[in-house]
């Protein structure tokens, strides 16, 4: 949940406060996602580091959750799901693909019709709602917690389960 550019800070402090079992899959965390390899130390100490596999303005989702959009991909994986369950065949005809394209179709006008006509998109429940708004109001919130590790547990304590 915190800025791109406060993550490399985060992850020190956690790497700081992390216990010794945990420390491997921290080092491998900060190389793969956040600082990258250690290439060479310069004299001075200084370290010269390739480019992380993955970039953390890539992963990090803070940006999503300050736009109100969804900081999971559960939606596409059930989308996924329901469209690999045609009919329960490996292979499946082209005209079965496009009678279930054309179903989805239907399936997706009817949600937008129904969005429209005021009813809430997706119903989830009542304490979902309340953490993810007290997770957004802490996003928002971020100058309220100084200390980047109490802003991270202040999140932890708040994203749902």
């Known amino acids: ?3 791109p550019e406060e993550i490399p800070e985060a992850c020190d402090e956690i790497k700081e406060n992390i216990s010794i079992e945990a420390a491997e899959l921290a080092e491998w965390f900060d190389t793969t996602f956040v ?3 250690v290439g060479r130390r310069l004299r001075n ?3 010269l580091r390739s480019p992380s596999m993955f970039p953390t303005n ?3 989702v803070r940006h999503y959750v300050l ?3 969804p900081r999971t991909q559960n939606n596409v994986e059930a989308w996924h799901s329901r469209w690999e369950n045609l009919d329960g065949r490996a292979h499946v005809g082209v005209h079965r693909i496009i009678d279930e394209i054309r179903n989805e179709q239907r399936i997706v006008e009817n949600h937008c019709e129904r969005i ?3 009813e809430q998109a997706i119903k989830r429940r009542q304490g979902r709602i309340r953490r993810e708004e007290k997770l957004e109001e802490i996003i928002n919130d971020r100058v309220s ?3 980047i ?3 991270l547990i202040a999140t932890a304590f708040n994203l749902p389960t």
């Open 67 to 69: 736009n109100g959009f």
């Open 149 to 151: 590790m109490d802003y």
């Open 45 to 47: 100490g200084t370290c």
């Open 116 to 118: 429209r006509c005021g």
């Open 145 to 147: 917690h100084p200390a």
């Open 35 to 37: 600082r990258g390899k």
């Open 1 to 3: 949940m915190a800025d």
């Open 58 to 60: 890539l992963w990090s």
